[in-house]
């Protein structure tokens, strides 16, 4: 199948008073698996971010889990694998490269908000529309999805926050019973 590459140039950005150029490459190939897609995505010319949100927002569209990988600096982990929610962060940094990865028709649109963080400052949103593999609408600074921080980050379980103080209450006991 053919190979579509689609470059955004994202223009000047006021970042913390500094405008950045931002570049996002994606690039769709052959399906993986009928209609199970890889997107090549690559983010630079950002200030110094820790934080990427994505969410699916086409109508039965997915992402499949895992949502997306080969993260191009070390550090950087899937947060939240959701159908139709990812979310990845680590150190931060000024480009990334990664694959997203979800389920979509060949020619049916998918479209995809980004949100991108450093710290806790939301420093970029955008909207893709793509059609037939190729760019139809992309929309920098789009308003359709701005979520905050904490709405990217799993909050776990209180289930696992017991267990996990019952674990660390256990080897303390431990280590205090060997040692006396």
């Known amino acids: 199948m053919k190979s579509v590459q689609i470059a955004l140039f994202l223009g000047c950005v006021a970042l913390a008073c500094t405008p950045a150029l931002a ?67 680590g150190p931060a940094t000024g480009s990334l490269s990664w694959k997203s990865h979800f389920a979509n028709d060949a020619d049916k649109d998918v479209t995809i908000d980004w949100a991108i963080f450093a710290g806790e400052t939301l420093i970029w949103t955008s909207r893709y529309t793509i059609v037939n593999g190729g760019l139809n609408v992309y929309e920098p600074r789009s308003q359709y999805w701005i979520p905050e921080r904490a709405d990217l980050i799993p909050v776990p379980a209180p289930s696992a926050i017991l267990l996990g103080s019952l674990g660390c209450g256990l080897v303390g006991w431990v280590r205090r019973r060997k040692n006396a």
């Open 23 to 89: 570049n996002i490459t994606m690039t769709f190939g052959d399906p993986i698996d009928e209609n199970s897609w890889l997107l090549p995505v690559n983010a630079s010319g950002l200030s110094s971010f820790d934080l990427v949100g994505a969410k699916i927002s086409s109508a039965g569209d997915v992402y499949e889990s895992p949502a997306a990988v080969d993260f191009s600096r070390a550090g950087w982990t899937l947060l939240i694998d959701d159908p139709t929610l990812a979310s990845f962060g």
